[in-house]
C-alpha cells in the first residue's frame, strides 16, 4: 500500500509516497482505509523541525474513512462504520489509528465537510465556548481563512455574535472572509484593527498576539490556540481588565471527554442544517508537496486535505 513519509527534515518536497508493508490493528486500534485526511500546520512542523519520529516517516493528523478491522480491546466499532479522528500516521491507504481518539460519523455528510469539522470544527466552536461569547458580542478571528478560522467566523455568526472581524496575513484573502459572513477584514500590518472587540479567537500568536490582545475591549477575553505561542503584556490585561484563556484539544479530550462530544453533536447538528458551510480543498495524495507548500505559502482558503481513495 502507499503511505505518504518524509526521508529528510526540510519541507514538502522532502515528502515520497513509499510502497510499505499494510499495518494491522493492534490492541485498542482501529485499521481505517481513509478517504480523506488533513494537511495541517503541526505536520508542516513536524517536517520542519527534527525530532520524533525518525525519518522516514509519516505524517500525523485527522482523518476521515472507513473501519476495515478492530484490534483487541476496541468495543463501540464494527467494519464499515464511518469514522474520523487523529492518527500519527494518515496519509495512506491504510492507517492504524487509536480507538480512544476516533469517533462516529452521523449521517453521511460529504467527506470534505466532515474532515473539516471532526477538527477545526471542533477547535473553532471550542474557542467560541471557552471564550464564553454572548449574543451580540463582537468578534476578532485570526488566520480567519483558515481551517479552523474560516470555521470561527462561520459560527461566530451562527451562535449570534453581533460584529465579526476577519483579521489575515494578506489581501487576497479579503473576499473570502467577507464571503462566509465576515463585517470587517484587516490585516495583521494594518494600523488600528478598528473599533475594540468582546472576543479575540487568536490562532497565530508570536508577534500578532500583543496586536490581539489589544484590540480588546474592557473585560474582553482571547482565546489563545495556536502553536506559536507569543508574549504577554499583563499590564495591558490590568489596564482593561482582560482575560487570556488557552485552549489545547489534548487536554480536553483528556480531561473533559464530555465537553467535547456536547460540542460535535452541536457542529454535526449546525452542519445538518446548512448553518456550517466548511471549505475543504483536496489535493489528489500524489500532490502532496503541492497542498503542503500551499499551508507553507500560507496562502490556503479553508481546510486542506489529501484526498487518499
Ligand atoms: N489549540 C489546539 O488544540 C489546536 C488544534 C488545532 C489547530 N490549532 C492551531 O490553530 C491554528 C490554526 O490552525 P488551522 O488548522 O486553521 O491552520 P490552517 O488551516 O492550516 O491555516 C493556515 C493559516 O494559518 C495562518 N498562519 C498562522 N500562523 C502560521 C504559521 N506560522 N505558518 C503558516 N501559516 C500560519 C496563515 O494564514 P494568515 O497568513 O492569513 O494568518 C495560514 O494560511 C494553528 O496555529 C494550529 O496549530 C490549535
Not at 471550542?126 to 476578532?140: F, H, I, K
Not at 490582545?213 to 482582560?242: K, N, S, Y
Request: hydrophobic share 50%; glycine share 16%; charged share 20%.
Amino acid at each position: 500500500m502507499r503511505e505518504l513519509r518524509f526521508h529528510a527534515y526540510g519541507g514538502p518536497a522532502a515528502l515520497r509516497l513509499d510502497e510499505v508493508a499494510e499495518p494491522a490493528a493492534g490492541p485498542g486500534e482501529l485499521l481505517v482505509r481513509p478517504d480523506l485526511a488533513g494537511v495541517t500546520l503541526p505536520a508542516l512542523r513536524q517536517l520542519r523541525a527534527p525530532g520524533a519520529p525518525q525519518a522516514p516517516a509519516g505524517l500525523g493528523g485527522e482523518y476521515l474513512g472507513r473501519v476495515v478491522a478492530v484490534g483487541e480491546g476496541v468495543t463501540g466499532f464494527t467494519p464499515g462504520d464511518r469514522v474520523g479522528g487523529i492518527a500519527p500516521s494518515v496519509h495512506a491507504d491504510l492507517v492504524a489509528a487509536p480507538a480512544a481518539l476516533a469517533v462516529a460519523v452521523p449521517g453521511e455528510p460529504a467527506a470534505g465537510d466532515a474532515l473539516a469539522v471532526l477538527r477545526s470544527g471542533l477547535v473553532a466552536l471550542g474557542a467560541l465556548r471557552v471564550g464564553g461569547l454572548r449574543p451580540g458580542e463582537s468578534v476578532l478571528v485570526t488566520a480567519a481563512a483558515g481551517g479552523v478560522g474560516h470555521l470561527a467566523v462561520q459560527l461566530a455568526g451562527a451562535l449570534g455574535a453581533g460584529r465579526v472581524t476577519a483579521a489575515v496575513g494578506a489581501e487576497g484573502k479579503a473576499a473570502f472572509v467577507r464571503g462566509l459572513g465576515a463585517d470587517e477584514v484587516v490585516r495583521y500590518q494594518d494600523g488600528p484593527w478598528g473599533e475594540q472587540v468582546d472576543l479575540v479567537l487568536d490562532g497565530v500568536g508570536g508577534e500578532v498576539l500583543p496586536r490581539a490582545v489589544g484590540a480588546l475591549a474592557p473585560f474582553g477575553r482571547l482565546v489563545a490556540l495556536g502553536g506559536a505561542g507569543g508574549a504577554l503584556d499583563a499590564g495591558e490585561l490590568l489596564r482593561g481588565m482582560r482575560t487570556v484563556t488557552g485552549l489545547s484539544m489534548a487536554v480536553l479530550a483528556r480531561q473533559r471527554p464530555a465537553l467535547l462530544a456536547e460540542w460535535r453533536q452541536e457542529l454535526w447538528a449546525l452542519l445538518g442544517r446548512g448553518a456550517l458551510r466548511p471549505v475543504c480543498v483536496e489535493f489528489p495524495i500524489a500532490a502532496a508537496a503541492e497542498a503542503f507548500g500551499l499551508l507553507e505559502r500560507r496562502a490556503n482558503l479553508g481546510k486542506v486535505a489529501l484526498r487518499i481513495s
